[in-house]
Nanobody
Framework: QVQLVESGGGLVQAGGSLRLSCAASGRTVSLYLMGWFRQAPGKEREFVAAISRSGGSTKYADSVKGRFAISRDSAKNTVYLQMNSLKPEDTAVYYC????????????????????WGQGTQVTVSS
């Protein structure tokens, strides 16, 4: 099984940028489809971005398309979420997740498809 630890969150002004990292241990992250989700206070957890094992296929929520970019570095066993042009509505706890399902090739947007989760990192965007 894999352990996931997120980092890189913080407080940023609207229009600013942050890069979140998700460091994996226990198993190589290249075995997993990887995703980022977020949960704002009082709201359901929502999909943000996901990436295939090869990195060749990505998916994004409409709300972040064109502003966020997910990537992976197998050598560092890490997945990243580059967040640009941040808005106050991006404020949330961001979670990294890993999908172990070997029969699935393309990343999924459904949280119940992911088997392993990190503890989350807080992102706060001030207006």
């Amino acid at each position: 099984q894999v352990q996931l630890v997120e980092s890189g969150g913080g407080l940023v002004q609207a229009g600013g940028s942050l890069r979140l990292s998700c460091a994996a241990s226990g198993r190589t992250v290249s075995l997993y489809l990887m995703g980022w989700f977020r949960q704002a206070p009082g709201k359901e957890r929502e999909f943000v971005a996901a990436i295939s094992r090869s990195g060749g296929s990505t998916k994004y929520a409409d709300s972040v398309k064109g502003r966020f970019a997910i990537s992976r570095d197998s050598a560092k066993n890490t997945v990243y979420l580059q967040m640009n042009s941040l808005k106050p509505e991006d404020t949330a706890v961001y979670y990294c997740a890993a999908d172990w399902t070997t029969s699935r090739v393309l990343p999924t947007t459904q949280s119940h498809d992911y088997d392993y989760w990190g503890q989350g990192t807080q992102v706060t965007v001030s207006s």
